[in-house]
């Protein structure tokens, strides 16, 4: 795989610093029942990066002695590790809303049959990834039959209740484009995507988010493969909104990955830039005892953040 921090590292990026902490957001490891070209971890079956138990521990001190409101569950599929339920219930037992980045074909998977059912049970917020209405697009970045697996899921999620009327469960849904191009607007993109599924299919969600996609790790060696790097960083660049920044998620969370090193986001964990600019990745430990550092570490990848009405885990910021 080619490497695109060389190309990042010098990219001059507006200085940002944090603001009140208020998301952990965990990588419970690199597993994913799926390899996606766009992935920005380059997840996939073989992977064997876990996080472990005693790791989650951790996070949950440090989750107390911050006070923050929100667990974030990302991987990987975070379902694919051993002790995603024991982390989901201590979570829950101690007050924190928690969100599961959840790939919806992995309810589908042998052994798996559980996670819906567990979702609603805890009241986990899921955001499943689901990056087009159309068949084609989602088998073509994903691979044969996902389209289909994930309908059936997000069918399964509405029957639990999720995004029913008064029911608590929210179920959001993650777009990234299909290629080397910015996703269109927002709200627009969410309301063709409510019509169409629930048109289709009968599926209703709460909200859609917008992601650009990130020209790092996988995605980012298939845009130098595809000699469309240069370009895609220009379109990045170009749409940058200095109003962006303030709601960039690097300014209220802390992203920890599978062995315990802690980021400013899961993207500048996937390059290795040590939080607060230092020389080597800062632990989680630290921080039952450190504050946090007000500087966060950017580069050119940051234009994926604030590029046209910006992105975020939590979808468009304007
Ligand atoms: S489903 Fe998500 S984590 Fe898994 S390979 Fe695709 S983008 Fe990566
Ligand atoms: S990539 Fe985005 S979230 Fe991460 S440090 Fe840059 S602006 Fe912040």
Not at 240 to 243: K, Q
């Given at each position: 795989m080619r490497d695109t921090w060389p190309l990042l590292k010098d990219i001059p990026f507006p200085a940002l610093s944090r603001g009140r902490l208020t998301t952990l957001q965990l990588?419970?490891?690199?597993?994913?029942n799926l390899s996606c070209i766009h992935c920005h971890v380059s997840a996939?079956?073989?992977?064997t990066e876990t996080m472990a138990r005693s790791t989650m521990e951790t996070a949950l001190q440090v989750a107390r002695r911050f006070k923050v409101s929100t667990l974030d569950l990302t991987g990987g599929?975070?379902?694919?590790?051993?002790?995603f339920r024991w982390l989901v219930a201590e979570a829950r037992a101690l007050g924190l809303h928690v969100m599961d980045r959840l790939n919806p074909t992995i309810m589908e998977?042998?052994?798996?049959?559980?996670v819906g059912t567990f979702l609603a049970e805890h009241r986990v917020e899921a955001v499943a990834s689901?990056?087009?209405?159309?068949q084609q697009n989602v088998d073509e970045q994903r691979g044969d039959g996902v389209f289909e697996a994930s309908i059936r899921a997000l069918q399964t999620l509405n029957a639990l209740?999720?995004?029913?009327?008064?029911?608590g469960l929210v179920l959001n849904l993650v777009y990234n484009p299909n290629g080397a191009f910015l996703p269109p607007p927002q709200e627009a993109l969410e309301a063709d995507y409510r019509r169409l599924l629930a048109d289709n299919f009968g599926i209703v969600f709460n909200r859609l988010y917008a992601l650009a996609n990130m020209p790092i790790q996988r995605f980012g060696s298939w845009l130098q493969s595809k000699g469309q790097f240069e370009t895609y960083m220009g379109t990045l660049r170009g749409a940058?909104?200095?109003?962006n920044l303030e709601s960039v998620m690097c300014r209220t969370m802390v992203s920890v990955d599978y062995n315990g090193e802690i980021f400013d986001c899961d993207f500048n964990q996937m390059l290795r830039m040590p939080m607060g600019g230092g020389a080597s990745p800062r632990r989680l430990e630290e921080l039952l005892v450190d504050a946090l550092p007000t500087r966060i570490a950017v580069a050119g990848h940051c234009y994926g953040c604030t590029a046209g009405q910006g992105s975020s885990c939590g979808g468009a910021l304007g």
């Open positions: 990588n419970l490891g690199y597993r994913c996939g079956p073989r992977r599929s975070p379902e694919m590790n051993v002790d998977e042998p052994g798996y049959d559980w689901m990056p087009c209405y159309s209740g999720y995004a029913e009327a008064n029911s940058h909104r200095d109003e």
